[in-house]
C-alpha cells in the first residue's frame, strides 16, 4: 500500500498524504499555542494576585495576554474552514507576540 502511494503522481495523492502532515502540525501547534497562553496568564495572576499596585511591568503583558486571547481563535477558525483573513490574523499574533516580548525584556533591563 505504501508504495503504491509513493509511486502515485496525481492529486489524489497530494490531498491525501501530501497536504496531511502540515495540517496535523498546525492543529498540534495551535493546542500548544492555547495552552501556552492559559498557563501563561494564570502565571501572571496567580504569582501578583496579593500585590495592591501592580506596576506596568505585570500589566502590559496581561493586558497584552487578554488581547492575545481574544485574538487567539481566529487560527483554529480559519484552519478548520480554510479561511484565509484569519489565519493571517492569527500569523500577526504571533509576530506582535514576539515583538512585544522582545521589547518589553528590552525595557525591563533599563
Avoid at 502511494?5 to 495551535?30: A, Q, R, W
Avoid at 487560527?75 to 478548520?80: A, Q, R, S
Amino acid at each position: 500500500c505504501l508504495q503504491e502511494l509513493s509511486e502515485d503522481d496525481s492529486e489524489d495523492y497530494n490531498m491525501c498524504c501530501g497536504f496531511l502532515h502540515p495540517y496535523v502540525m498546525c492543529i498540534i501547534f495551535c493546542i500548544m499555542d492555547l495552552l501556552t497562553l492559559l498557563i501563561t496568564t494564570s502565571f501572571y495572576v496567580y504569582y501578583n494576585r496579593n500585590e495592591e499596585v501592580l506596576g506596568w511591568l505585570t500589566i502590559a503583558p496581561l493586558v497584552a495576554l487578554f488581547i492575545s486571547a481574544g485574538i487567539y481563535p481566529t487560527g483554529p477558525y480559519g484552519l478548520l474552514f480554510g479561511v484565509i483573513f484569519p489565519l493571517k490574523l492569527y500569523y500577526y499574533r504571533i509576530i506582535a507576540i514576539i515583538a512585544f516580548s522582545f521589547i518589553l525584556s528590552l525595557m525591563a533591563r533599563v
